[in-house]
């Protein structure tokens, strides 16, 4: 089996119109059993090829570009870049996919688009992993967030991006060059006289836009979603994360699904399943039963 995904894209729709979402799969195409895995705010599908690449024997593995990032579309009205539009993608995608039930892993946004459509009845996650994010988020974490998302920023090399990723991400806790390398090249586009991130800076629009009362309002529908997942979940958590507090996390463990929660020491938000340690624990979690 080779080791380099296959691209594709399927057709989602939004109120301003069609889009086309990307994705790249890994492992057998006509495995009937599928894992979903969905990434971060300004991140991409990419993030997961190890992961990927280490359940593609048991798995085909899709990694979708969330709309406005990487080779997916961006769309024509920004406002739809929120929960509501990526879960309606998502469907499509599992759709197009011919996939019954399907295993999930999603990394802060995904962790949320994950837990909006698994607490759908009828839903088809039939396995949930949240990481490092949950109903709850910390204000400062958002702000600290907000402070970088769609902001105007050029690098002259990929060099420069690199140090530059690896200061804002550096709670990622990423050890290596190399590793900060696999994360930022994918992430990038030519824009002719340099690089820049690959994501539309719109999708920080409806981030800025968020008032206390709308904030406790969606903190409010995430919990009663969470409360109605049925299917076996773990929540991961760095354990210094500043998103996802302990506290919100215990919290997971008590209500809705019962998760089990499993923390690495030594990781901010979020971690990102390069280690072979944090991999076992994906793969212990998501293959036992």
Not at 130 to 152: C, H, Q, T, W
Not at 179 to 201: A, K, M, N
Not at 205 to 214: E, H
């Amino acid at each position: 089996m080779s080791n380099a995904p296959r691209s594709d894209s399927v057709q989602c729709l939004s109120p301003a119109g069609l889009h086309r979402m990307a994705f790249v799969e890994w492992g057998d195409p006509h495995n009937p059993l599928v894992l979903v895995c969905v990434h971060g705010l300004t991140r991409l599908g990419r993030d997961f090829d190890r992961l990927a690449q280490a359940l593609a024997d048991h798995y085909r593995v899709v990694c979708p570009d969330v709309v406005g990032r990487g080779r997916s579309d961006w769309l024509r009205e920004p406002r739809y870049y929120a929960v509501p539009q990526y879960v309606s993608d998502m469907v499509a995608l599992i759709a197009r996919l011919n996939a019954q039930s399907v295993h999930w892993v999603g990394t802060s946004m995904g962790g949320l688009i994950g837990i909006s459509l698994a607490g759908l009845a009828d839903s088809p996650i039939s396995r949930l992993l949240i990481n490092d994010v949950g109903p709850r988020l910390d204000a400062a974490a958002l702000a600290r967030i907000g402070s970088y998302v769609g902001k105007p920023i050029r690098f002259a090399d990929l060099d420069e991006a690199i140090d530059y990723v690896a200061a804002v991400s550096a709670p990622f806790g990423l050890h290596t060059r190399q590793q900060w390398r696999e994360i930022t090249e994918p992430s990038l586009r030519s824009d002719g006289s340099g690089w820049v991130f690959h994501y539309d800076p719109l999708i920080a629009m409806p981030l800025g836009a968020v008032t206390a009362q709308a904030a406790a309002a969606g903190e409010a529908a995430m919990w009663k979603l969470y409360d109605s997942i049925r299917c076996p979940t773990l929540v991961t958590r760095g354990a210094e994360s500043d998103l996802l507090s302990r506290e919100t996390a215990e919290e997971m463990t008590r209500r809705g699904p019962r998760a089990r929660l499993v923390e690495f020491a030594g990781i901010g938000h979020a971690p990102m399943f390069f280690d072979d340690e944090q991999i076992a624990v994906v793969r212990d979690f998501l293959l036992q039963g």
